[in-house]
T-cell receptor, first 117, second 112 residues
């Protein structure tokens, strides 16, 4: 069965610290997609990144970086030099490309990040 | 380019009533999905529509239904509301069925 685990419920850091949000997933499919979304207090889920199962290359986008390791079924997210505006709930999600063509997102429970000034 | 628009943003209903939520996807997006978010259950998939056809449904009772129109706009309906239906309902649209989804700000439903 597919599952996404975000073991860290809440993390507090001081501004300018680096922080890593963990994501571990389970799936039987060989083709799947992983995502990270940010949910600020306004409620909207903001898309951050999409990675397919065949692309294990790490990615960096400004202060954000992602480490995808199939061997450990992990897709971790690091924010470098955190800022107060990074405070939000972050969700990791899994989508499977089943042969039937249907898909849905399986979300983790989210990690609430608090960045203190 | 306009994002995903959900209306209304807030809604208060009484137990037993029914409610209809609306979602306008990003222009050109054909796939629309709905999710329910509650503190206890987190984000749960409700259903997905693609070109007016429901292609996938989550584990929710039949009181939850939806539809998609030819212009890709979607509505979801909840009949005989229960207190437990109080939640943030999020709509997401995507260009194709395996591309990233973009979410609206949600409709916060409170059932009293």
């Amino acid at each position: 069965a597919q599952k996404v685990t975000q073991a860290q419920t809440e993390i507090s850091v001081v501004e300018k610290e680096d922080v890593t949000l963990d994501c571990v997933y389970e799936t039987r499919d060989t083709t799947y997609y992983l995502f990270w979304y940010k949910q600020p207090p306004s409620g909207e889920l903001v898309f951050l990144i999409r990675r397919n199962s065949f692309d294990e290359q790490n990615e960096i986008s400004g202060r954000y970086s992602w480490n995808f390791q199939k061997s450990t079924s992990s897709f971790n997210f690091t924010i470098t030099a955190s800022q107060v505006v990074d405070s939000a709930v972050y969700f990791c999600a899994l989508s499977e490309a089943r042969t039937s063509g249907t898909y849905k997102y399986i979300f983790g429970t989210g990690t609430r990040l608090k960045v203190l000034a | 380019k306009a994002g995903v628009t959900q209306t209304p943003r807030y809604l208060i209903k009484t137990r037993g009533q029914q409610v209809t939520l609306s979602c306008s996807p990003i222009s050109g997006h054909r796939s629309v999905s709905w999710y329910q978010q509650t503190p206890g259950q987190g984000l749960q998939f409700l259903f997905e529509y693609f070109s007016e056809t429901q292609r996938n449904k989550g584990n929710f009772p039949g009181r939850f239904s939806g539809r998609q129109f030819s212009n890709s706009r979607s509505e979801m309906n909840v009949s005989t509301l229960e207190l437990g239906d109080s939640a943030l309902y999020l709509c997401a649209s995507s260009l194709e069925r395996d591309t990233e989804a973009f979410f609206g700000q949600g409709t916060r439903l409170t059932v009293v």
